[in-house]
Structures are given as structure tokens and as C-alpha cells.
């Protein structure tokens, strides 16, 4: 059989186990383009995490990092989340344990902790208020008072956008990603010059040298929001290139060229459609959370839901 035909069976077996074992899969906007086209849902952190929320399926195989399905599982507890590859991890998300993060906030008593998405189940459970790239700005003003002193983990990045955007300082945590951390303003400037008419969008998690040459910034799925909206017909887009697949498919008439092309997560990389069928076929890997950590980590994401719908 050649690649296609084994692809296409590999999908047909897929729809079908999914219906035997009332399955729903969710997807991000980086994943492969053969795991989007499979997807019951694809989305932003934001958008994922409300999906498993009201989703009402017996099984959910998450199409992402492990950050993500943990949301997944702490939102709806007695579902079954499934890892197609159970090594698919956040390098930001594991910048920062539980315990750095309770020597932070014993260093500073009385602070209230603002915890990116990109994180643990463990460090979520123990801040207070949980945000995504598409709400970090709304949550910011939204959930805390101007005296209050608030840490913001593990992304170092976001914490100086949102600073920026709200006007008001964080204790904020040395973590980044590595793959929006390596754009530079070099980059910007010899995309610039290729394509003079394209605007520049970038994702938050982007360095400030980069984020002041932006025409946007925004979240995965507020790119695609943005480019639906906008008259131009060429973008530059400053996150992992996993995005452009979908931005072209939502929007034909349009280009989109990389920042740069070498910015692959390699994490979001894993998930395959043969992955996806042993997964389902296996029952694997169902994710595990304490009682404890899942209550604790619900309190900061019923919190984000709050402040930033
Ligand atoms: P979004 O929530 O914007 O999709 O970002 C997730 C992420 O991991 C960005 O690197
Ligand atoms: Fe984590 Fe960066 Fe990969 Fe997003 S792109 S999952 S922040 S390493």
C-alpha cells in the first residue's frame, strides 16, 4: 500500500473507534496538518479548554502538549484524556516546579500568583489565577487590584507584554519558550524586506525587540481571527509555522510566510495519525491527576473562565 492508502485507512479506523468508544479529539493549531484535518475541534489553549468543558463525549485524545490535556482532565475529571505520545511536553511549561513556585511566594508573602496556561497541574494548583495568551491583558486587570502585588509564571515574555498592556509591574519568573525566545529582530527585519507589503503578526510568548515591530499580537487562534478580518493579502507569522496550514486552508486568497522556518516545536511534532489510532485502540495514555492537585488547579482555571470571558 502506498503512504496515501495507509493513511486513509489509518483515518478510516480512527472515525470508526471513535464512534465505538465515544470519542471526541481536540487538537491545536500547531499539530501536523494530517492531525487538523482529523480534529473534532481545533483551537488555542483558550478555545480547548472551554471545549473540554462542555464537551459531552466518554473520551477525549488530546492532539497537543501535556499542559493542555492536564487542563482537560482537571476541567472534566471523569472523562478519559488520552496523550497519543505521552512525551509530548511544554519546555516553557517545565521551567518551573511547584516547589520554585512556593519559594517565590513565601519570598514574598501575600502575593497573588498569575500562572500562564504553559504550566503544570502542580504549579497550577497552587496559583491563583490561571491565563492564556489570548486573556493574559483581560485576566491582568480584571482580577486583581492595583496594590496588589502579583508573580506571573513561567513565561517571562508574556509577563513584559501584559506588563506593558496593563501598566503595572509583576515578580515575574526567567522561563520563556524556545521556540518564539530564538526570533529576533533580524528575522523581522529580512521578512520585512521580502515581502514589504505582508504584516507582521506575532504570538506573545515573542521577545519584546520583536513585539515592537508587530503590526499584531495575539494568540493562535486571534491570528486566525485577525486575518480573517484584515484586507491584506500577505502575512508574516511570527509563531511555530504548524499555524500556517490552517491559515491558508481558512483563507485560500491569501499568503503567509514564517518568521522564521526553523522555529518547529518539536513537542507538538510528536502526534501522528498512527499514534492517534493506537491511542484510541489502547486506551492510551490516560492521564492521572491527584484529587488534591485537580482541586487545587480548578480553582485557578474556574478563575481564568471567570475573569476572561
Ligand atoms: P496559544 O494558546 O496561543 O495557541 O499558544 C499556545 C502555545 O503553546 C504557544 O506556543
Ligand atoms: Fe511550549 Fe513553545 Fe512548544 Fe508552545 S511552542 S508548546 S510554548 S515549547
Redesign the pocket.
Known amino acids: 500500500m502506498n503512504a496515501e492508502k495507509i493513511d486513509t485507512a489509518v483515518i478510516k479506523e480512527i472515525q470508526n473507534l471513535k464512534k465505538k468508544n465515544n470519542a471526541v479529539i481536540l487538537a491545536?493549531?500547531?499539530q501536523l496538518p494530517e492531525i487538523q484535518d482529523i480534529a473534532d475541534f481545533l483551537?488555542?489553549?483558550?478555545d480547548l479548554s472551554v471545549k473540554a468543558s462542555k464537551i459531552k463525549a466518554d473520551v477525549i485524545v488530546f492532539c497537543g502538549?501535556r499542559f493542555m490535556a492536564e487542563t482537560a482532565k482537571i476541567i472534566s475529571p471523569h472523562k478519559k484524556v488520552l496523550m497519543p505520545d505521552i512525551d509530548a511536553s511544554?519546555p516553557m511549561a517545565d521551567m518551573i516546579t511547584k516547589q520554585q513556585l512556593q519559594d517565590i511566594k513565601d519570598a514574598h508573602p501575600g502575593a497573588k500568583v498569575l500562572c500562564y496556561?504553559?504550566s503544570s497541574a502542580e504549579v497550577k494548583s497552587i496559583s491563583d489565577v490561571c491565563c492564556?495568551?489570548?486573556n493574559s491583558v483581560k485576566i491582568a486587570q480584571r482580577a486583581f487590584s492595583k496594590s496588589d502585588e502579583v508573580i506571573f509564571v513561567p513565561d517571562k515574555y508574556l509577563a513584559l507584554y501584559t506588563a506593558g498592556q496593563t501598566k503595572r509591574d509583576f515578580i515575574i519568573w526567567d522561563g520563556y519558550?524556545p521556540?518564539?525566545a530564538d526570533m529576533n529582530s533580524q528575522d523581522v527585519k529580512k521578512a520585512k524586506f521580502s515581502y514589504p507589503q505582508a504584516e507582521l503578526i506575532v504570538?506573545p510568548?515573542c521577545s519584546p525587540e520583536v513585539i515592537k515591530m508587530a503590526d499584531a499580537v495575539c494568540?493562535?487562534?486571534?491570528m486566525l481571527k485577525y486575518v480573517n478580518s484584515s484586507k491584506s493579502k500577505q502575512f508574516i507569522i511570527g509563531?511555530?509555522p504548524g499555524i500556517i496550514y490552517r491559515l491558508k486552508k481558512e483563507n485560500p486568497s491569501k499568503d503567509f510566510y514564517a518568521l522564521s522556518g526553523s522555529a518547529l516545536?518539536i513537542d507538538m511534532k510528536r502526534t501522528t495519525l498512527e499514534k492517534v489510532l493506537s491511542s484510541l485502540k489502547e486506551q492510551k495514555y490516560a492521564l492521572e491527576l491527584s484529587p488534591e492537585i485537580i482541586a487545587g488547579a480548578r480553582r485557578s482555571i474556574d478563575a481564568m473562565i471567570k475573569y476572561g470571558s
Do not use: I, K, L, W
Open positions: 491545536h493549531n500547531y483551537g488555542d489553549s483558550f502538549v511544554c496556561v504553559n492564556t495568551s489570548a519558550c521556540v518564539h504570538h510568548e494568540s493562535t487562534s486571534g509563531t511555530e516545536c
